[in-house]
């Protein structure tokens, strides 16, 4: 099935960089750490593998674009725990089993292992494809895969880097009040 529209684009400054939102007129696309002049060759290989067909325009005041960056501002101003965009997914049916989980067993404030997601999808014997499928969770922060630790409890693997896993877990367990950006 192919998909042909517009990608609209924008990016968000927070306290841990510049995240790039994208979205169509059905919902959010991605949100990934960068601007958008560094992701556009991967952003253009990835529309390719998931037939979506269609140009990417720079559209700040997209409802989608303005609703993702306000529920991410709100996020960093600590008066926002859950996000309610409206995200399309593209991945396997593995991979988005793991990010509902992500979304939907870690909350606000905690952390769970691989170990316990996978425990979790009745998958026990997949820690590994549970990694896999959070190192490739297209959500930054709305799905909080920087809630993932290791199951010896230490900070592991984060696509954002670990410096901006352990700020978000500290913002979330209120041991650093993070300054918000415009």
């Given at each position: ?16 960089g510049?995240?790039?939102?994208l979205?169509?007129?059905e ?8 601007h ?31 609703q993702?960056?306000m ?13 309610s ?18 979304k ?34 297209p959500f930054s ?8 630790i ?11 880097g670990?410096?901006?896993k ?6 979330e ?10």
């Amino acid at each position: 099935m192919s998909y042909q529209s517009i990608i609209y684009y924008d990016a968000s400054e927070t306290p841990v960089g510049s995240l790039t939102i994208l979205a169509t007129d059905e919902g959010i696309l991605r949100i990934d750490y960068g601007h958008f002049d560094e992701l556009v060759s991967f952003y253009q290989t990835w529309t390719k593998k998931h037939l979506l067909k269609g140009s990417f325009e720079r559209h700040p005041n997209h409802h989608y674009v303005m609703q993702a960056k306000m529920e991410i501002r709100e996020y960093f101003a600590k008066e926002r725990e859950v996000f309610s965009l409206p995200l399309i997914c593209y991945g396997t049916p593995f991979e988005k089993s793991v990010w509902r989980a992500l979304k939907s067993h870690i909350p606000f404030g905690e952390t769970r292992s691989y170990k316990d997601i996978a425990i979790t999808l009745k998958a026990s014997q997949s820690v590994r494809a549970v990694g896999g499928a959070v190192n490739k969770n297209p959500f930054s922060i709305v799905v909080p895969c920087h809630r993932v630790i290791g199951s010896n409890g230490k900070l592991v693997g984060y696509a954002g880097g670990l410096e901006r896993k352990r700020k978000l877990l500290d913002l979330e367990s209120n041991k650093e009040l993070i300054k918000v950006h415009g």
